[in-house]
């Protein structure tokens, strides 16, 4: 029985580097089957596939794994007295052995330190800027304390620029930081605004990795519909909102040396109408255009919280290819087995599971292959 794969991939993806993003061309074949592979024929043959064994000792590399510091966490305590703080019950039971359990029975080697939203701005530069400084300083303990467990994606103070271009001469050149993390939006600037354009110039000359996770602007967060988390819309909203900003305003284009990876499969930007006829079967068929939409969208990465169900992983593997996904987990929001055991369950290959695992990462990451 063919796979998803087969179907979609008439040779091997070539890409190999960021420098060179088409991840294959899909067959004219493909371009007829895909959508009655992904219909409900599809589904109803999910389980004449028996699924991939778990590979011995994956040896996961988690992109997307959230901490908070003992400091950062009494100032949230006191600021969710005042206002309800996003993830605060959650926050609560963070501790660095409760990571590396999860860790260990996930078969995750190393974990990427971010911080996650609501951020650290709350209105008060000085603030944001100590706060900024703490965490990064307390991620790089962590990374000391635990060796080769952690990594670190430094955490920035905006949307002050010029102290974020400081932060980020201190995670890289002090702290040895593996890369920058970001959340969606700040005070409802995207990242693709005009005004972080000198910090993303000093990310592409650092050729550095970014990684995003979604969050809610001002107008949602709470007050969108009462009662209802941010979580249900605005999230996968949002990072969608920043993936536009950030192409439509020619980011991406001027950053050609910086990874960016994207929390939650990317959000809604594959369900949304942004691609367009880009999308179609006769566009997927052929290499992306030069710093087009779909150009972008496929040299970007995409991590699989909340992402790692069977329609997101075919929808990925549709428009980006397999090798374009990283394995994320949302610590302490999701679990690395739980994550596994839905990618188990998503119809991929022994290769695509090994690559997503950590393969696929280690192309960005080259340093973590010892």
Known sequence: MQTMHDILYSSKDERGTKRDPDPGQLSRRAALQTLGVLGASAILHLNERAAVAQIPNPRRLDLHHHFVSPAWMASLTAKNAIKPVQGYETFKGYSPAKALEAMDK?????????????????????????????????????????????????????????????????????????????????????????????????????????????????????????????ITVEFSSDISRTIVNLIESGTANRTPDVTYIWSHGGGTIFSARYLG??????????????????????????????????????????????????????????????????????????????????????????????
């Open 106 to 230: 996930g078969g995750v080697e190393t974990s990427f330190l971010s911080v996650t939203t609501p951020g650290i701005w709350f209105g008060n530069i000085d603030e944001t800027r100590r706060a900024a400084r703490e965490l990064n300083e307390y991620a790089a303990k962590l990374r000391s304390d635990y060796k080769d467990r952690f990594g670190l994606f430094a955490v920035l103070p905006l949307p002050d620029v010029d102290a974020s271009l400081k932060e980020i001469e201190y995670a890289y050149d002090t702290l040895k930081a593996d890369g920058i993390g970001f959340v969606s939006s700040y005070h409802d600037r995207w990242l693709g605004d005009e005004t972080f354009a000198p910090m993303w110039e000093e990310l592409n000359r650092r050729q550095a990795i970014v990684y995003t996770h979604a969050t809610a602007p001002d107008c949602c967060m709470w007050n969108y519909v009462p009662k209802v988390s941010p």
């Open 277 to 370: 006829n880009a999308g179609s079967m006769e566009s997927l068929a052929k290499p992306a255009a030069p710093n087009s939409k779909l150009f972008h969208l496929r040299r970007f990465y995409y991590d699989t919280a909340s992402a790692a169900d069977y329609v997101h992983i075919q929808l990925l593997k549709m428009i980006v290819g397999a090798s374009q996904i990283v394995f994320g987990t949302d610590f302490p929001w999701g679990t690395p087995a739980n994550i596994a055991g839905e990618l188990q369950k998503s119809n991929l290959t022994a290769d695509e599971l090994r690559g997503i695992d950590r393969d696929n990462a280690l192309r960005f990451l080259p340093k973590y292959k010892v």
